[in-house]
């Protein structure tokens, strides 16, 4: 990983930590897999740091353009999946 994850300074050290968790979690669903319910777990997380929408999206664009990973997608993918289910291999 050769980039900084979107975070803000206004947070507190739990926030960013949840924030960072849950791009982790991105990543690992392009490069290894997780689990529908890790995935969903870190996205509540983030969602209760960052519950706008406009910057959700703001936050995502910022780490698309620093990893090439699209949360978005994997989100998606997550909220499609049948319980139980892995998410990997999403399409860039």
Known sequence: ???NYPIR???STAEM???VAFYEAVEKAYESGISKEQL???Y??????VPAMAEEKTLDK???EASGY???R???AAKEAADGEMIRGVQR
Not at 44 to 49: A, E, L, N, T, Y
């Open 1 to 3: 990983m050769d980039y």
């Open 9 to 11: 300074h206004d947070w």
């Open 17 to 19: 930590i949840t924030v």
């Open 40 to 42: 969903m777990e870190a």
């Open 44 to 49: 509540r997380g983030f969602k209760k740091v």
């Open 62 to 64: 910022e780490f698309e």
């Open 70 to 72: 699209v949360s978005y």
């Open 74 to 76: 994997v989100v998606k």
